[in-house]
């Protein structure tokens, strides 16, 4: 057990090195970074645009109301802003493998994929979304009338980190297609729309696809159950349900990132 907390603690430094020197290298081009805040904000009013007609429609949908279904898009921004902040090392992982430089960081006495994943982290779009997305959330939690107990936050939070790491796990999976193909970009491209599907709450989709969502491709578990959870409408299975999707979609990623690495023949071939 010591051995472990010992490696947790040497992870989270790491982590903490990376997000200072990212944030150091940023801070370099303040008027690059601070463009691409702008921009973002420019994003981020459509969306807003998007959920506040949600609430001045003031209807329920399929037993979800108005100011949760505001939550579900609160939640949804949350989410994708914070992965936002790694998707850079998404991006690059494909020109790593097709120059070499994947060569270098194998080299490291650190866990590869950690390494390949997380060494980089963008601040700018993620801060936009986070606020944003946690303003929505209180709002929504809010206007819907839902206690506000400590079992309420902690499970939402619980469920919202869930979601992050099923996140970080199941669209780490189409990027890796690139130790097998030269280009991966239609698959990326896939991948995005997968990930935009999940911007509306799960209500609005008919019961099958509903159930496609959750339990083959289980992207509706990352926006959905926290606020589900929070109101009450989240079944105890399915509650298991979404740390047992993460442990599952986190195994197969572990087993294809080890195949795509054997796969790997360097930069020399």
């Given at each position: 057990m010591k051995k472990r907390m010992d490696c947790l603690r040497r992870y989270l430094g790491l982590l903490g090195l990376f997000a200072r020197y990212s944030l150091m290298e940023q801070m370099e081009y303040r008027v690059n970074f601070a463009a691409g805040i702008a921009v973002e904000c420019g994003y981020m009013l459509i969306k807003l645009m998007y959920a506040f007609l949600i609430l001045q429609a003031g209807v329920s949908l399929n037993g979800l109301t108005s100011w949760e279904m505001l939550m579900c898009v609160g939640t949804y921004i949350l989410i994708t802003g914070l992965f936002m902040s790694m998707y850079p090392n998404f991006c690059l992982l494909s020109f790593s493998v097709r120059d070499g430089s994947l060569?270098?960081?194998?080299?490291?006495?650190?866990?590869?994929?950690?390494l390949v994943t997380l060494r980089k982290l963008d601040f700018g779009m993620p801060i936009p979304n986070v606020l944003c997305g946690v303003a929505l959330i209180v709002y929504g939690w809010q206007g819907a009338g839902?206690?506000?107990?400590?079992?309420?936050?902690?499970?939402?939070?619980?469920?919202?980190?869930?979601?992050?790491f099923l996140t970080y796990c199941l669209f780490l999976i189409p990027e890796l297609l690139s130790f097998w193909f030269v280009s991966n970009s239609g698959v990326h491209q896939l991948s995005e729309a997968v990930r935009d599907f999940d911007n509306v709450p799960m209500n609005v989709y008919p019961k099958w696809l509903q159930r496609l969502g959750i339990f083959v491709l289980p992207v509706f578990v990352i926006t959905n159950f926290p606020t589900l959870y929070v109101a009450r409408k989240l079944s105890v299975p399915m509650t298991i349900w979404a740390f047992a999707a993460a442990a599952l979609v986190f195994a197969l990623q572990r087993l294809v990132w080890k195949k795509a690495l054997r796969r790997y023949t360097s930069a020399n071939g």
């Open positions: 060569d270098m960081l194998l080299t490291k006495p650190v866990n590869t994929q950690f839902l206690a506000v107990t400590v079992t309420g936050i902690v499970g939402f939070v619980l469920l919202c980190m869930t979601g992050l």
